[in-house]
């Protein structure tokens, strides 16, 4: 079955101890996947990456590993711009998705996966968690990561060009891929309520059609999700004021969780409207450590919003791959074909992603290269 799902993905191995205990199933730039990979390469346990393109994780045989986690399936409700499962049950399509070959168990759902890897793997580079950080991941779980990801201000759109001209067709495909799975008489009989259920908040999420409750007004729903955005934020910075985050000598799974966080908020051209000067040093404090800034290098989107991070903490020379890339967007990806100059930097760009991989003694990466 885990063999089956891997055929939907590109496989980078990462060193460490236990080897041969995890796989984890994931999306290079999903921010739910950072969270993941980030706290298992801090706990330097070797693993397996199955890293999958959008679409690819409907694959029934994907579908099924999922399935053998044995979560409810989640009935969709109105959307609040948060993937919480706390709020909307478990998405059977999604990742990130573990595999404890070792348990002989599937784990699905970030939160869940980040609080089993501290359960059952010692280090001494994460620290332990405990109720503190788990209110944290908590917190973080609600933040309305993909209401800001999918739709930007209508008004005053700041999200990376690499990310709005995707993100123009994604719905569409998206809903397009499931209804096409749906149609195949070949999608087995018992994996057809996963498909059905995915379609239907799909269509919330994008069309506010359906059932469920229409989205509604897209202006409105950006300051929803910037309101959401600031309550939890405004318990990080309380956290702060007091001195009261749960980090030590070493980062816990909540400084990996707001690592993540604030640099997507980043990406997206949000961090002047939500990060304040106490939330943007402790952000700095994080890029400090050596392997939470590696994890963010290789795995970032293209966003002008990155360049200054990037050249003080990366280069010059990273920072000028960004910027390739994101005036390679903005010209557009056909373009980009008659454009040397933006191919070269681009390819710069990829190989970038390599080395860093490789300075972690990965392999396999070649595969990833390649496509
Ligand atoms: N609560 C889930 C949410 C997972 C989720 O929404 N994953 C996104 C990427 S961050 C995904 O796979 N989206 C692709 C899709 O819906 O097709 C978790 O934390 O694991």
Known sequence: MVSAAGECATT??????????????????????????????????????????????????????????????????????????????????????????????????????????????????????????????????????????????????????????????????????????????????????????????AKMIWTGAGDTAPLGDL????????????????FLDAELLEDKMPTGPKPSAADVAWFVTLLRITELGLAEELINPRVEAYLHRLLGHPKLLDTFIWSHLPSPHLTPILLERAGKEAAQDNDAQVAAWQVGRVDVEAHGTDKDALRRASQRRMAFLRSYGTTAVGAVSAR
């Open 219 to 234: 202006g409105d729903f950006h300051r929803t999700c910037i309101r959401k955005a600031r309550r939890c934020l405004d």
């Open 12 to 201: 980078i191995e990462f060193p460490g101890r236990e080897p041969g205990r995890f796989e984890l199933f994931a999306m290079r730039q999903s921010i739910c996947s950072q969270k993941v990979r980030c706290c298992l390469m801090l706990k330097e346990n070797q693993f397996v990456e199955h890293e999958m393109v959008p679409f690819k994780n409907y694959e029934p045989a994907y579908a099924r590993l999922r399935q053998a986690a044995g979560a409810a399936v989640m009935t969709p409700r109105a959307w609040d711009g948060s993937s919480s499962a706390s709020v909307h049950g478990v998405d059977p399509l999604v990742v990130p998705t573990l595999v404890d070959n070792a348990a002989r168990r599937v784990i699905v759902d970030s939160k869940a996966i980040v609080e089993y890897i501290d359960r059952e793997v010692a280090s001494d580079s994460l620290q332990t968690c405990n109720d503190d950080v788990r209110t944290h991941l908590a917190i973080v779980d609600e933040f309305p990561h993909p209401g800001l990801l999918y739709h930007g201000d209508p008004d005053h759109d700041s999200r990376p060009e690499a990310l709005k001209t995707p993100m123009g067709h994604y719905g569409e495909l998206m809903i397009a891929t499931l209804e096409e799975w749906l149609s195949r008489a070949d999608l087995p009989a018992d994996l057809r309520p996963l498909y059905d259920v995915k379609l239907k908040k």
